[in-house]
């Protein structure tokens, strides 16, 4: 009994030993097992992190809504690509990128609809409208569409390893709920920038005022310093535009794509803060992975992403231009008799003074049988001028909207953010010295436009189409849709290069010609009348301004009885 | 009495042989399991290590900047007598910052309880990160 209770002592030890040496191992391996377990959850979370950047930023340029044919769908097709830059030609795919400035053209066709002279431009604006959104609509399908966004998730997230989950284990796409949109940044900025501001009316045409609701400052917190004071259209509210909702998608100005947490994405969803937008396009994403072995599924993760191009561009209409047409040079010659009427010629004249006398008149005036006006030097109105002086330049009128419409145009040429054209920079242009030579060479027609969506030319065509050769020989022979207006009727003042001449009436019998000068004068008058043909830039043209400046000669010739 | 006292010393002697004979088989399990633990922890660090690097790298605009950024995500690492060091042994960032930048760091550990042939592991970790700091040329 004795030596039992000893082995049995001794066997307790070893036994005890053995227990020790198991539990520990069980302890250890699970250990082991635990920390694998949390290691591949951390792999399979970096993997699905890394997939859901990489959707954030690759569905910026996929999947895309391809352009047709139609001249409703063409027109947008000077908004497919990613730069400013008018040289460089789209290629005709509508993406998450680009969308913004497809909304903002169809936008600015709106707005240059708004005019009381738009004609056909109201039509043309509804059609705009109806594509940009059609466009927009198919877009938000395709990026609603998990499967379209599977692939940019796969290649990422398969390339980090999950070597703790097992050899040979990748993280894959786990189809279902865990796809899902969000429409976060509400009334953030979106990356179409304004020109000007709410102190320049945003150079928006004459009699027309963007709502204050389409526009907002960046919402960054702080706003970073080149852009303080820049506007910006609003994002996911609606931009009310001549009985149109517009649209943009926001995207705070140079933040990066960048994971969210689950809370502000579901906040935002459209199921919890629903939208009058009916089908919105999408800025964030969210994704959900599964780390596979062969055989067996390993982890899940999920992970959300903000999408954001980082680029801005302005409201403009980028491929489109202005035409500016100055008419044949006129010289009017008027009498008399005494109520003043018209000579019976009209003559042209050009960029260089000519002598002219008018045709004689009959009857000359009170007393006179008839009256040859002197010869004057005309033409001096316009030699040496540059067009701009022709436009605006004496005898002046009132060009307060001629200038406003003009201003906003170039305005919506301008696609580089942070360039304004102000009115003394569309003079400057204008006031291009070689337009003198053009205009005494006989050209008649200007284009103003912009060849890199950063800077304005004025040029006459065959110089015009030639700085722009792959987009504006497509559009420079389109007519504004508009009607048209005069916006200066009939300015005149006396010439300042001619100085009165005395005429020399030939009088009815026992008459006599009164005294020269006085009453016997011959004057001239500079006169100008311009008119605005408004253009939407739906078909590129954006309006034309009409010069017609015409010279009047005035000559009085009075006979008094021979006392 | 004799007879006890050499009972109780033959007792204590095979108590000390079970317990020695214990003790060769617990104490290295818990060795082994000390190094693969520090092996475990090692590695997590190296991925984490990669990624931070991966992910600062792919904040910033071009090559240059990447590295510099990858190379400073990394230098809040302090070098002690079990984890050596910890460098990049492989940076790709795309020329035109167009694409995924990938990252690989190497980290030089000394295992605690060294086995013959077998005193330290160069852990090798990767990871791939979308480029989100470039902007789309214009």
Known sequence: MTMLTKRSKRASVTAFAAVLALTLLVLGIGFIIICLYMGGQRETKNATDAGALSVGKEVLDEPSVMLTPAADSRVFFDCTNDSFDNSKIGDGRVNLNRINRVWAKAMVIAINAEDSNAGSGKGNADSAFQSAESLSNSLADKLTTPSNLHGFFSNLSKANSTRMIGIGSATEVKAGSGWQTSLMDRNAESNIELPGDSSTGYYMPPGFSLPASCATDCTRDPIPNEITGTKFLKGYAPLQIGGHQFWQVPFKWNDKPHLVSSTPFNASQVSALPMTWTKPVPNAYSVEGQAVKPGAVGETANSWVLSNPRHAFKLAAPHSFMKVHVDDLKCKWFFYVPLKVPGFSTQDYDYTPTSLTGATSVPGGVGSVSLTPPAHLIGSDVVGRTLDEIIFGLPKGNTTNLEKYMVSRANQMISKPGVEITASKLHSVLDNPTTIAWLLAGEKDFYVFSKDGATLECQPKALAVGMAPLWLPLIISEDADGNETKLIDDANMPSLANIPMPTSPVPVVFFTPAPPYVPNVSWVLWDKDVYWKNGTGYNGNLGEVRVKRWSEVHSVGVCIPII | ?138
């Not at chain 2, 007879?3 to 000390?16: D, I, V």
């Not at chain 2, 693969?36 to 984490?48: F, G, R, W």
């Not at chain 2, 550990?109 to 852990?123: E, I, N, Q």
């Open chain 2, 1 to 138: 009495m004799h007879h006890n006292s050499n009972k109780s010393r033959s007792r204590r002697g095979s108590g000390l042989i079970e317990a020695i004979l214990a003790a060769t088989v617990l104490v290295p399990i818990a060795l082994f399991l000390l190094d693969l633990t520090v092996m475990i922890i090692a590695n997590s660090m190296n991925d984490t290590a990669a990624k931070n690097a991966a992910r600062a790298a792919a904040n910033q605009p071009e090559g240059g900047a990447a590295h510099a950024a990858a190379v400073k995500a990394l230098a809040t690492f302090q070098a002690s007598s079990i984890v050596k060091s910890l460098t990049i042994s492989e940076f790709d960032y795309p020329a035109q910052g167009v694409g995924s930048v990938s990252v690989v760091t190497v980290m030089e550990v000394k295992l605690p309880v060294p086995v013959p042939g077998f005193s330290g592991y160069t852990f090798k970790a990767g990871d791939v990160e979308p480029i989100v700091g470039s902007t789309i040329a214009q």
